[in-house]
């Protein structure tokens, strides 16, 4: 079965602030944690760079960020991901999880445990937060749900010099979505409050 990453129907959204994504963090960790003890993390940029810092930090092992995508700043420029950074010698020989935010198709993926095998990696594991229910399964994640999930590090950004607004890809996604109304933004939570 081959899945189209940019056709995929969602029931509705799910806006992961900062807090639920600690939580799903820690979530994805101990999963990890009672099957597995990888010696190098790598994550995918841009997404995976994130939950990839965490569970670096959490292994005390060494975390570097690969960057493949079909995007170019934010927008779909090919069909194909292609290369931008490719991953290091240090992976030789080593038990790897590589790390993305979600997987779809699995087309990232694939490619990275391409170039991790020809490094010669010992063993290679993947992780993402969060999959769809039709998604190609990684050997870990903490969430599985048809909603369009918008993370906290992405969902808004500028519009001009200093207006916040919400990413015009997320709220386009939205509005497809019979009648939801986009929450405060999680990029002004802090300690449990709001920024005003």
């Not at 900062?18 to 799903?24: A, I, K």
């Not at 950004?157 to 996604?173: G, K, L, Q």
């Amino acid at each position: 079965m081959t899945i189209d990453p940019y056709d995929h129907k969602h029931t509705h959204v799910e806006e992961i602030p900062w807090s639920r994504l600690g939580c799903l963090l820690i979530q994805l960790a101990e999963l990890i944690r009672r099957d597995w003890r990888p010696e190098v993390i790598v994550g995918i940029a841009k997404g995976g760079v994130i939950p990839a810092a965490f569970l670096s930090s959490v292994f005390r092992v060494d975390f570097f960020p690969i960057k493949l995508s079909s995007r170019k700043n934010e927008e779909i420029v090919r069909e194909e991901p292609k290369w931008f950074v490719y991953p290091t010698e240090a992976v030789r020989d080593k038990k790897v999880l590589l790390v993305d935010d979600i997987i779809v198709a699995g087309r990232t993926v694939d490619l990275a445990v391409e170039e991790l095998t020809k490094l010669g990696a010992e063993e290679i594991r993947t992780a993402t937060i969060a999959v769809h229910n039709d998604s190609v399964r990684p050997d870990y994640f903490a969430l599985s749900t048809d909603a369009l999930i918008v993370w906290p590090w992405d969902r808004d950004c500028f519009i001009d010099e200093e207006t916040w607004a919400i990413n015009p890809d997320y709220m386009a996604e939205m509005q497809r979505i019979p009648d939801y109304e986009p929450g405060p933004s999680p990029a002004r939570e802090t300690e449990g409050r709001w920024l005003k």
